[in-house]
């Protein structure tokens, strides 16, 4: 009955939101995106096994699944401290009602379950476990194998809410995961066969299956002792402390009549949790042209190499950038009824992101190894970054009218706010701009030839910086009182 309850508080406090209805088209697209991944997780536990058994005729594929099962545990927990959403409830009611607080914190707990995170799993693992079973491997240890691998998903899951108390331990996720990558890239040493015989021994063992259910029996009596011992009226009222650090911020004022602005959001970066959170998602983009510079296929398509180009500096252009005014919103009122230039406010935010492609380019230095070429290709996409999608992203800004909670502990990837349909007609432009300009003077001349036009391209559009960053004050001009309504909305 208690449980009944909260699911009716849950869907009452979901459905009153002043912001359903304009929540309403990102929830479709998420549904729509939970659906595309859902259908390749089921697609690809269905064909795994086949794939293994063509690429590599003379093993076992189930046993050269659970080799690298341990990529998926590593990247699993990296990828749930990114983007899964702990659980919330308004507990402060719940604490003067007659409602045990055991009943509270199961539901809290539980309610992890019917997490997309968890299911994702399932879609993969229940086809594997079928065709395993079709393919002649005995049906009771598959299902031992398969009630050992949920577990250990659940083990993540739990896991996940320590993980976020604790900050060292994802970043030792993180090193070991790209340690064991790389070591194995290069052929140094593959940890694989010795992870394997462990995931292996819930096929060949079966008993071993108590190991998991320990673990996950564990970690979620240990997340319980937890949440219980912070479960008072006292903890939940009392107001949260925090220290600042005060940054010397003088060197900022060579940048003149900018420099106040760019000390306010050097200070907002640092000080609230959403923009740091930002500014780690933008510090990972310079990992994607790993994806793309290391496969072969890639380099018969080199107008994928200026897409991922793109992106390896212009992360912090693309988290960041895209937000831009929403991360003034909580302050935007008072700020607009001072005497500040649109201008430089605008140029500011400019300036803030040229530099974070500058630094993002340095950052690329080790992408050398690839070649000149692929270098070369990343100067010109940090040209182009720096020189055109720059004035896209803030032409984008005065589109964006979604306020944003600076220091709400929403994860990064998952957290909605700040953005709408909008943005992805914006980042048209930005993605296929580069390709398109590479791709023609490639087509008709050479290889140079379209990564030349591609660094001319953000050369032209710093010659015309004036020109654009007018064009964009004036549509902030315009929109400006419709910006300052919508953000004095609060959800």
Partial sequence: MTTKRFLSLEWKQFRRSSFFEKGLAIKILMLLGALYFASIAVL????????????????????LINNYLIYWVLGDLALRYFMQQLPVMNIKPMLLLPIKRQSVIQFLLLKTSFSFFNILPLLFFIPLAVVLMVQGYHPVMVLLWFISILSISFSINFLNFILNK????????????????????????????????????????GYTVVLP??????????????????????????????????????????????????????????????????????????????????????KDMPVFLAFAAMF????????????????????????????????????????????????????????????????AMIAAGASFNIGLNSFITLYGGALNRVPIELNQKAKAFSNTQGFNPTQLLIALPKILGPMLIFYVPYKL????????????????????KSYFLKLIENLYQKTKYKTISAFSEKK
């Fill in 44 to 63: 690809a536990g269905i064909g795994v096994f086949f794939i293994f058994k063509t690429s590599v005729p003379d093993q076992d594929p189930f046993a």
């Fill in 213 to 298: 259910l320990a673990l996950v029996i564990f970690l979620f009596k240990m997340n319980y002792r937890l949440l219980r011992a912070n479960f008072y009226v006292d903890g939940a009222v009392q107001a949260k402390k925090e220290k600042f650090k005060n940054y010397n911020l003088e060197f900022l004022n060579r940048f003149g009549t900018l420099a106040t602005f760019l000390k306010n959001d050097v200070k907002m970066i640092t000080r609230n949790a959403r923009p740091k959170q930002v500014l780690i998602m933008s510090f990972l983009f310079l990992f994607y042209g790993l994806l793309i510079f290391t496969q072969d296929i890639y």
């Fill in 445 to 464: 001349i050479n290889f140079n030839a379209g990564i030349i036009v591609l660094a001319l391209s953000g050369v032209l559009g710093l010659i015309f």
């Fill in 166 to 205: 604790n900050k060292t331990v994802f970043f030792v996720v993180i090193a070991l995961l790209a340690a064991f990558v790389g070591l194995q890239y290069f052929n140094v040493f593959d940890i694989t066969p010795y992870t394997g015989v462990f995931f292996n021994s819930f096929y060949k063992v």
């Fill in 312 to 375: 390896v500096t212009g992360g912090f252009l693309m988290t960041f950038g895209q937000l831009v005014p929403s991360w003034d919103s909580e302050y935007y009122k008072l700020m607009m009824s001072q005497n500040v230039s649109y201008k430089q406010y605008l140029e500011s935010k400019w300036l803030l992101m040229a530099i974070g492609c500058a630094v993002s380019f340095i950052l690329s230095t080790p992408y050398i190894y690839f070649g000149w070429d692929i270098f």
